[in-house]
């Protein structure tokens, strides 16, 4: 099994950016498909981007298609997501997530996750 460690949330205003890093630790993670999710207070975790761990395709929610990207590298058990021309609706907190072998991307059942860490964004 991977531990998950997210790293780089912070406070921005809309229209700035912030670079959202997840480190694993424990076994290699290029067998692992990994995703990126969030949670708004008084909102249901959702499902932000994922990238597959065979063919490193991605995957994205409609509200962040085009303004972030999802990124991994295995060598260095990290996985990245880059949120540009951010909102004040992108306020939450950011969870990485990653699961063996996983086909589906979209999906919330991910076996292991992070603690999180918190993006604010004001207007």
Request: aromatic share 10%; net charge positive.
């Amino acid at each position: 099994q991977v531990q998950l460690v997210e790293s780089g949330g912070g406070l921005v205003q809309a229209g700035g950016s912030l670079r959202l890093s997840c480190a694993a630790s424990g076994r290699t993670i290029s067998t692992y498909t990994m995703a990126w999710f969030r949670q708004a207070p008084g909102k249901e975790r959702e499902f932000v981007a994922g990238i597959s761990w065979s063919a490193g395709s991605t995957f994205y929610a409609d509200s962040v298609k085009g303004r972030f990207t999802i990124s991994r590298d295995n060598a260095k058990k990290t996985v990245a997501l880059q949120m540009n021309s951010l909102k004040p609706e992108d306020t939450a907190v950011y969870y990485c997530a990653a699961d063996q072998y996983r086909r589906v991307v979209v999906s919330h059942e991910y076996r292991t996750w992070g603690q999180g860490t918190q993006v604010t964004v004001s207007s």
